[in-house]
């Protein structure tokens, strides 16, 4: 967050706009961490708060530091190597026009993409555009307490990597769904790599659906004749600051490069990339691959690195390339993490603990005393990728003293950075995933700070580590039986995410072995454990083709989950219901239509009561059981009832679809697949 004397703020916001006293409605006290934002009135004596950042950077700067990361730097959307934002007007316009048409007061957006699509370098552009039109508008950390301007036009605020910020996200969208009395437009944009689908329970779980617009904005490669023009502009800019003639790009060259894999080489990092090799290693650039020219140009820039820590004495000179690998791990590496580090793998090379920091600020390396994540994603995944590689003996270690306590683990980071390696280096293993496999092999004791990656949604690349987490947990000989069955249950997990059905059988049935104890102890407690667990023990034996075993497993769950939603409504009905729709799969398995129908039919008697209380919650639920209800019912004869049920469906996902057609679309056409059927089937 930047800071503006009470002088010179409205200059900056405004770029030189005049603008009335009277636009400056109140401010909005942003909490993210705790509660959300909260919209106050300012007095005529208080100078306005400052106004949130649009962090660019200048090119001479940047380039004129001398221990600065140059090609970070330069491959950094803030740099905007390129001025004219390029392949993207549209785009801007269709975010523009949502800000200032939408008649809500205050809406929600998620603007998405692939890592390296430019959707931060999108946002800052609509945000310079509302800037000209009186708005206040810039970035927010939601790690902080930020007090901000609002004016008569408008306040929009982006969040960069809010995946990051799961919890605080969740709790400005909860305040905004309750704010009352704003004194204007107030929008967030949301820049994720996660669709819709991934973020729609937060929304709903928020109270803050009506206020999302599910019309997301996707960003993605730019067609060939855009592609050259950001190449050459790109080329251009570079060549002539640093004095050298601009390299002959032919746009032959260019589209061919292109068109050899244009999802990669479409994006506008791999193509500025591609830009900067043209001019900083003249030779055949277009002959290599995207992910081939950004590990040169990574190489390059570790030199250089490697360079300013040898001139300064460092006790070995690849130290320094390899700590700004490491800081990808987290966003920030601060003086304890850092002396750690030195302290804890002394085979990195870097300055005695008592020395780092001054050694690090000596070199200009230092960011309000902390030395910050290198940026873009993808060029830290590959420095990170080039780090662990050097030395992969040591790299467990190196990773195990970067990640030393619970607070360090990123999972989502972690999972940006293991996609990341695989777009840019192939699936044929991971030295990420790799390396921290080997570090909680070696020391189990790390599993305990690296459980959250066990027990949390994961992207699937992680799956690996959870289990090796879940491995080392069940060593431990101080486990009591309940810590025991959570570890396994979560352990299966994980294993029936990496296709090992038969270990997550295994898993699943120690877990449900000791719930059955435990809940036979002290049903209150524990009942509800037990039957989460056979519901997912009911899915390891259908999988593993024992369907009259999974049937078991699915009755006794929802036999548990009856007794208690019968006391607690609330809380367990919508398990209940899931448990029920399951059941319907696994009878119908077993050829017994009628009881099918039967679980299906209960199933929508409770979805029917909580879609009405809360639709943007239950609604999607409530459509699955009327399409099964309109097989079962298909089955069993009744093509009337059939029709009706399947025509239900089908006005409920249509207007779900309409809304939000990457996530309903698929539902909408299956259902609409259905209703064909039995309509054909009714013809005389």
Same mark, same amino acid.
């Given at each position: 967050?930047t800071?503006s004397?009470?002088?010179?703020w409205?200059?900056?916001l405004?770029?030189? &706009?005049?603008?009335a006293?009277g636009?400056i409605? @109140?401010?909005?006290v942003i909490n993210?961490?705790?509660?959300?934002?909260?919209i106050q009135?300012i007095g005529?004596?208080r100078?306005p708060?400052?106004v949130p950042?649009?962090?660019?950077r200048?090119?001479q700067p940047v380039?004129?530091r001398?221990?600065?990361?140059?090609?970070?730097?330069?491959l950094?959307?803030?740099?905007r190597?390129?001025r004219?934002?390029?392949g993207?007007?549209?785009?801007?316009?269709?975010?523009v026009?949502?800000a200032?048409?939408?008649?809500?007061p205050i809406?929600?957006?998620?603007?998405?993409g692939?890592?390296g699509?430019?959707?931060?370098?999108?946002a800052?552009e609509?945000?310079n %555009?509302l800037r000209a039109?009186?708005?206040?508008?810039?970035?927010?950390d939601l790690g902080a307490r930020?007090?901000?301007?609002?004016?008569?036009a408008g306040?929009?605020?982006i969040?960069d990597y809010?995946e990051e910020?799961?919890?605080?996200?969740?709790?400005?969208?909860?305040?905004?769904?309750?704010?009352?009395g704003?004194p204007a437009? $107030?929008?967030l944009?949301?820049l %994720?790599?996660q669709?819709?689908?991934?973020?729609?329970?937060d929304?709903a779980a928020? @109270?803050?659906s009506?206020?999302?617009?599910t019309q997301?904005?996707?960003v993605?490669p730019l067609?060939?004749?855009d592609?050259?023009?950001?190449?050459q502009? #790109?080329?251009?800019?570079?060549?002539?600051h640093r004095?050298l003639?601009?390299?002959v790009?032919?746009?032959?060259?260019i589209a061919a490069?292109?068109a050899g894999?244009p999802?990669l080489?479409?994006l506008?990092?791999?193509a500025t990339a #591609?830009?900067?090799?043209?001019v900083l290693?003249?030779?055949p650039t277009?002959?290599?691959?995207?992910?081939e020219i950004?590990?040169a140009?990574?190489?390059r820039?570790?030199r250089?690195?490697?360079?300013? *820590?040898? &001139?300064a004495?460092?006790?070995?000179?690849?130290?320094? %390339?390899r700590?700004?690998g490491l800081?990808a791990l987290?966003?920030?590496l601060?003086?304890p993490a850092l002396?750690h580090l *030195?302290r804890a793998?002394?085979?990195?090379?870097?300055?005695p603990?008592?020395r780092?920091?001054?050694?690090l600020e000596q070199?200009?390396?230092?960011?309000? *005393?902390?030395?910050?994540a290198?940026?873009?994603?993808?060029?830290a995944?590959?420095?990170?990728?080039?780090?662990?590689?050097d030395?992969?003996r040591?790299?467990? &270690?190196?990773?195990?003293a970067?990640l030393a306590?619970?607070? =360090?683990?990123d999972?989502d980071?972690? @999972?940006?950075l293991a996609?990341?390696?695989?777009?840019l280096?192939g699936?044929?293993g991971?030295p990420l995933?790799?390396?921290?496999?080997d570090?909680?092999?070696r020391?189990p004791g790390?599993?305990?700070?690296?459980?959250v990656?066990l027990?949390?949604a994961i992207?699937?690349?992680l799956a690996?580590l959870?289990i090796?987490?879940?491995?080392?947990l069940?060593?431990? !000989?101080d486990l009591d039986?309940?810590e025991?069955?959570?570890i396994l249950n979560?352990l299966?997990?994980?294993?029936r995410? =990496?296709?090992d059905? =038969?270990a997550a059988?295994g898993a699943i049935?120690?877990?449900?072995a000791?719930r059955r104890?435990?809940?036979? /102890?002290d049903?209150?407690?524990?009942?509800?454990?037990l039957a989460?667990s056979l519901?997912?023990l009911s899915?390891?034996l259908?999988? /593993?083709?024992?369907e009259?075993?999974?049937?078991?497993?699915?009755?006794?769950a929802v036999a548990?989950?009856r007794?208690?939603a019968?006391a607690?409504p609330a809380?367990?009905?919508?398990?209940l219901?899931t448990?029920?729709n399951n059941?319907?799969v696994r009878?119908?398995?077993a050829?017994?239509?009628?009881?099918a129908?039967?679980?299906?039919?209960a199933?929508?008697a409770?979805?029917?009561? $909580?879609? =009405?209380a &809360?639709?943007?919650?239950?609604e999607?639920?409530l459509?699955?059981?009327?399409?099964?209800?309109?097989?079962?019912?298909s089955?069993?004869g009744d093509?009337t009832? *059939?029709? !009706?049920a399947?025509?239900?469906?089908?006005?409920?996902?249509r207007?779900?679809?309409a809304?939000n057609?990457?996530?309903?679309?698929?539902?909408?056409?299956?259902?609409?697949?259905?209703?064909?059927?039995?309509? #054909?089937?009714a013809k005389?």
């Amino acid at each position: 967050m930047t800071s503006s004397s009470s002088t010179g703020w409205l200059a900056k916001l405004f770029s030189g &706009n005049r603008v009335a006293s009277g636009d400056i409605l @109140g401010a909005a006290v942003i909490n993210g961490d705790v509660s959300g934002i909260v919209i106050q009135q300012i007095g005529s004596s208080r100078p306005p708060p400052p106004v949130p950042s649009l962090p660019w950077r200048d090119l001479q700067p940047v380039l004129g530091r001398a221990g600065e990361p140059e090609i970070f730097n330069l491959l950094t959307w803030r740099t905007r190597l390129v001025r004219t934002l390029i392949g993207r007007d549209a785009d801007r316009d269709r975010l523009v026009a949502w800000a200032c048409d939408d008649p809500r007061p205050i809406a929600v957006r998620l603007l998405g993409g692939a890592g390296g699509a430019g959707k931060s370098r999108l946002a800052a552009e609509v945000a310079n %555009s509302l800037r000209a039109q009186h708005w206040v508008t810039g970035f927010v950390d939601l790690g902080a307490r930020a007090e901000l301007p609002v004016a008569s036009a408008g306040l929009l605020l982006i969040v960069d990597y809010p995946e990051e910020w799961r919890e605080p996200v969740r709790a400005l969208l909860h305040s905004l769904g309750r704010l009352e009395g704003c004194p204007a437009k $107030l929008r967030l944009l949301l820049l %994720s790599r996660q669709d819709l689908n991934w973020w729609f329970d937060d929304f709903a779980a928020a @109270g803050a659906s009506e206020l999302c617009d599910t019309q997301e904005s996707i960003v993605g490669p730019l067609e060939a004749h855009d592609l050259c023009r950001l190449v050459q502009s #790109a080329a251009k800019t570079l060549a002539e600051h640093r004095g050298l003639p601009p390299p002959v790009l032919a746009d032959a060259a260019i589209a061919a490069w292109h068109a050899g894999d244009p999802a990669l080489h479409g994006l506008p990092l791999f193509a500025t990339a #591609a830009a900067l090799h043209a001019v900083l290693d003249p030779g055949p650039t277009f002959d290599l691959a995207g992910p081939e020219i950004v590990a040169a140009l990574v190489r390059r820039e570790r030199r250089r690195l490697d360079q300013a *820590a040898k &001139n300064a004495a460092w006790p070995e000179a690849e130290a320094a %390339s390899r700590l700004h690998g490491l800081a990808a791990l987290r966003s920030t590496l601060d003086e304890p993490a850092l002396t750690h580090l *030195a302290r804890a793998a002394p085979e990195l090379g870097l300055p005695p603990p008592e020395r780092v920091m001054n050694a690090l600020e000596q070199l200009g390396w230092l960011t309000e *005393a902390v030395l910050p994540a290198p940026q873009p994603d993808l060029i830290a995944a590959e420095l990170l990728r080039q780090t662990l590689a050097d030395r992969p003996r040591a790299a467990p &270690n190196w990773l195990a003293a970067a990640l030393a306590s619970p607070d =360090t683990i990123d999972v989502d980071r972690l @999972g940006r950075l293991a996609h990341d390696m695989a777009i840019l280096a192939g699936e044929d293993g991971n030295p990420l995933v790799d390396g921290l496999i080997d570090a909680v092999t070696r020391t189990p004791g790390l599993a305990i700070p690296w459980r959250v990656i066990l027990d949390t949604a994961i992207p699937f690349r992680l799956a690996p580590l959870g289990i090796a987490i879940g491995q080392a947990l069940l060593r431990e !000989a101080d486990l009591d039986d309940r810590e025991r069955s959570v570890i396994l249950n979560n352990l299966s997990i994980r294993l029936r995410e =990496t296709g090992d059905e =038969t270990a997550a059988l295994g898993a699943i049935e120690e877990a449900v072995a000791i719930r059955r104890r435990l809940a036979a /102890a002290d049903p209150a407690r524990f009942e509800p454990d037990l039957a989460t667990s056979l519901g997912n023990l009911s899915n390891c034996l259908s999988a /593993a083709g024992d369907e009259t075993a999974a049937l078991g497993a699915i009755e006794a769950a929802v036999a548990i989950f009856r007794r208690l939603a019968a006391a607690n409504p609330a809380r367990f009905e919508p398990d209940l219901a899931t448990s029920l729709n399951n059941l319907s799969v696994r009878l119908s398995a077993a050829r017994d239509e009628a009881a099918a129908l039967a679980a299906t039919e209960a199933a929508l008697a409770i979805r029917r009561r $909580l879609a =009405t209380a &809360n639709p943007a919650r239950f609604e999607p639920d409530l459509a699955q059981s009327l399409n099964n209800l309109s097989h079962d019912k298909s089955t069993a004869g009744d093509e009337t009832a *059939a029709l !009706a049920a399947i025509e239900a469906a089908v006005a409920i996902r249509r207007r779900l679809a309409a809304a939000n057609p990457a996530r309903f679309g698929r539902d909408l056409a299956n259902s609409l697949s259905q209703q064909e059927r039995l309509l #054909a089937r009714a013809k005389p």
